[in-house]
């Protein structure tokens, strides 16, 4: 098998993953674990008050803006890195 | 990993804290040095962070029908230790704890202290024992990022038992939530990394090579 292959066996293991999540789960919404953790601490501790509230809390579209503006800076980085690297191999500079 | 803003009492966001600040302390003086003397070592410190920024911006499903993010800790654990992943993790950390309301202020020091140093260390001292073994480079970054991941989220379990007792039953609770979804989120960032450090060893050798020595049968 070329390296390649075993590159997209992987890549697809990661789709049967995530998708099978999903298929699995029909109706779930998907909570997150945090709120999920949260709803525990009510469970064991139903008199715990939070005593410290986010300064500032995103409306959702804004997080989802705000979640996409953290994985492109990260993405954008990587990208830069694997462009430069097949520039600089297809002009036989190593 | 996140534990809420507000969702730990004054003295358990205060011990943590403290126990997270040597290790950030020690890190920023890391990346210091690295970032002063050794260009090729930028470019990994870049990746590092990167990868940290991408991965845990995601929040994936998992088959217990919760989603959950991964953490992307383990390239930079390999590759640099706990130290200089603790300052990458706090800057992603209070970025979504003041732009997202994901963690918060006042528990930004056990969140450090779970994604940054208590999972990494795990998978750090795997990745010394692997090496030390010569386990083959691809399983070896597999079990390392695995481990950062599921071990911050076992980290995360234990906190919120040890701060909301009685111990062994909330950590019972807690791992229910946190350590079964994460088991597949850490498979799937596992096999994602362990990719992407094969593509680097082939493309850019000399920067793996401090770490990932170049095997003996590629040289021949």
Do not use: C
């Amino acid at each position: 098998m070329r390296r390649s292959h075993y590159y997209l066996l992987g890549l697809l293991a990661v789709a049967v993953l995530l998708v099978s999540a999903v298929i699995l789960n029909p109706s779930s919404d998907f909570t997150g674990t945090d709120d999920s953790g949260s709803d525990v601490i009510n469970d064991v501790d139903p008199d715990y008050e939070p005593w410290f509230e986010s300064i500032w809390e995103p409306s959702g579209e804004l997080q989802t803006l705000l979640f996409t503006l953290q994985a492109a800076i990260g993405a954008l980085i990587i990208g830069y890195f694997i462009g430069t690297n097949r520039a600089h191999k297809e002009r036989g500079d190593g | 990993m996140h534990i809420m803003e507000g969702f730990l009492s004054l003295e358990w966001a205060l011990f943590w804290t403290v126990v997270s600040a040597p290790f950030v302390v020690y890190g920023f003086y890391r990346v210091r040095r690295i970032i002063k003397e050794d260009p090729a070592q930028r470019t990994m410190l870049a990746l590092s962070g990167a990868f940290i920024f991408v991965m845990s911006s995601f929040k994936l499903p998992s088959v217990t029908g919760s989603s959950s993010h991964p953490t992307g800790t383990g390239f930079s654990t390999m590759f640099f230790g706990v130290g200089v992943t603790s300052v990458m993790s706090l800057i992603v950390l209070i970025f979504q704890a003041l732009l997202l309301a994901h963690g918060g202020l006042t528990t930004l020091g056990a969140n450090v202290f779970s994604m940054g140093i208590a999972g990494p260390f795990v998978a750090y001292a795997a990745f010394r024992a692997m090496t030390k073994v010569r386990v083959p480079t691809p399983a070896k970054v597999f079990i390392t990022v695995f481990l950062a991941d599921v071990f911050t989220y076992i980290t995360t379990a234990v906190q919120l038992a040890l701060a909301y007792g009685p111990f062994l039953s909330s950590l019972t609770s807690f791992l229910a939530v946190f350590t079964i979804t994460q088991i597949p989120l850490g498979i799937v960032e596992g096999i994602l990394f362990t990719i992407f450090v094969d593509y680097l060893e082939r493309a850019r050798p000399d920067l793996t090579e401090r770490i990932l020595p170049r095997r003996v049968a590629d040289e021949a």
